[in-house]
């Protein structure tokens, strides 16, 4: 991409109008070194070089991803750094790629490490455009004890009656249909028809996976369609980054996943399973909606007699 066409994009002069003049007084009089970290972050660092580029400024650029491969180590020796991601959500790729160069640090004579992005949630950037908006959350202070009462009584039966619930709530059915409309309205309460996970299935497993996050991002748009899958989590603390649990109907049908779904994906760094009985909770299992036109199964790739094909 020639300098000028990149530089004409509007995030990247959001970033240089933003961080420009900041980073500059950072590097000064010293030589400085960009890396841009894959995918993401290497837009934002080719447009910032390119506009060092044209200032005269001895900055080198090179790449590396979250574990620091493809870091050309001879472009950041005796430099200041700047490291230059999209964002930073959890935090979690952030300390592991300051670890990573503060261990290079005194073996490459590094002078000094710092860290841009567009957007930053965790206040850990040393550079940064903007915060993402802080998500509107719910307290359960925020209820009182009728709608709790409500809940509760929709949890264990969701065909339960206004009237029904009225009459146990001392309120009239139109006040608890007004109050289950307010709650849903703010998102507080929502239905949805559950599959008795013990009707179906006879086992269990928890899965944790360490893998670089485009790779859990892959795993997370896979399996999140798939009719075993009734947990994922993604996590920024521990050796693994991503949670999976499944339920089934034997072993067998864990492993067929396991070996086809995750293990199959080229840059999984590791995997810890644990099998065990079902869960204790949830005891229903949200199951995604099938295409019976289709035959295809969600996840675009047929394992060993799912029971979506059954």
């Given at each position: 991409?020639?300098?000028?066409?990149?530089?004409?994009?509007?995030?990247?002069?959001?970033?240089?109008?933003?961080?420009?003049?900041?980073?500059?007084?950072?590097?000064?009089?010293?030589?400085?070194?960009?890396?841009?970290?894959?995918?993401?972050?290497?837009?934002?660092?080719?447009?910032?070089?390119?506009?060092?580029?044209?200032q005269?400024?001895?900055?080198?650029?090179?790449?590396?991803?979250?574990?620091?491969?493809?870091?050309?180590?001879?472009?950041?020796?005796g430099?200041?750094?700047?490291?230059?991601?999209?964002?930073?959500?959890?935090?979690?790729?952030?300390?592991?790629?300051?670890?990573?160069?503060?261990?290079?640090?005194?073996?490459?004579k590094?002078?000094?490490?710092?860290?841009?992005?567009?957007?930053?949630?965790?206040?850990?950037?040393?550079?940064?455009?903007e915060?993402y908006?802080?998500?509107?959350?719910?307290?359960?202070?925020?209820?009182?004890?009728?709608?709790?009462?409500?809940?509760?009584?929709?949890?264990?039966d969701g065909?339960?009656?206004?009237?029904?619930?009225?009459?146990e709530?001392?309120?009239?059915?139109?006040?608890?249909?007004?109050?289950?409309?307010?709650?849903?309205e703010?998102?507080?309460?929502?239905?949805?028809?559950?599959?008795?996970?013990?009707?179906?299935?006879?086992?269990?497993?928890?899965?944790?996976?360490?893998?670089?996050?485009?790779?859990?991002?892959?795993?997370?748009?896979?399996?999140?369609?798939?009719?075993?899958?009734?947990?994922?989590?993604?996590?920024?603390?521990?050796?693994?980054?991503?949670?999976?649990?499944?339920?089934?109907?034997?072993?067998?049908?864990?492993?067929?996943?396991?070996?086809?779904?995750?293990?199959?994906?080229?840059?999984?760094?590791?995997?810890?399973?644990?099998?065990?009985?079902?869960?204790?909770?949830?005891k229903?299992?949200?199951?995604?909606?099938?295409?019976?036109?289709?035959k295809?199964?969600?996840?675009?790739?047929?394992?060993?007699?799912?029971?979506?094909?059954?």
């Amino acid at each position: 991409m020639q300098k000028n066409t990149l530089l004409s994009h509007k995030p990247i002069k959001k970033f240089i109008d933003g961080l420009g003049e900041e980073i500059k007084k950072y590097f000064g009089q010293d030589k400085g070194a960009i890396i841009g970290l894959e995918d993401d972050g290497v837009f934002y660092a080719e447009g910032l070089y390119h506009w060092f580029s044209q200032q005269d400024k001895d900055i080198t650029f090179t790449v590396m991803d979250d574990y620091g491969k493809g870091l050309e180590e001879d472009k950041v020796k005796g430099r200041k750094v700047l490291i230059i991601d999209n964002d930073i959500v959890t935090g979690k790729a952030y300390r592991i790629v300051m670890d990573l160069m503060r261990e290079k640090k005194e073996r490459l004579k590094i002078k000094d490490i710092k860290f841009a992005v567009l957007c930053d949630r965790t206040k850990m950037a040393d550079f940064s455009i903007e915060d993402y908006p802080v998500p509107i959350s719910w307290d359960l202070k925020n209820l009182d004890n009728i709608d709790l009462e409500i809940i509760k009584a929709l949890s264990q039966d969701g065909r339960k009656s206004f009237v029904e619930i009225a009459k146990e709530v001392k309120l009239t059915p139109v006040g608890v249909k007004n109050r289950v409309e307010k709650l849903i309205e703010n998102k507080m309460l929502s239905f949805y028809g559950l599959l008795n996970i013990e009707r179906f299935y006879s086992v269990s497993a928890f899965i944790g996976v360490g893998a670089a996050p485009k790779v859990v991002s892959k795993l997370i748009k896979k399996l999140e369609n798939c009719p075993l899958i009734y947990n994922l989590v993604k996590v920024s603390s521990g050796s693994h980054n991503l949670i999976i649990g499944i339920v089934a109907s034997d072993l067998k049908r864990i492993n067929d996943l396991i070996e086809k779904q995750i293990r199959s994906e080229p840059e999984i760094k590791y995997i810890h399973v644990n099998f065990g009985e079902l869960p204790i909770i949830p005891k229903g299992h949200l199951v995604p909606a099938f295409s019976e036109k289709s035959k295809k199964c969600l996840c675009e790739r047929r394992c060993n007699e799912c029971e979506y094909f059954l």
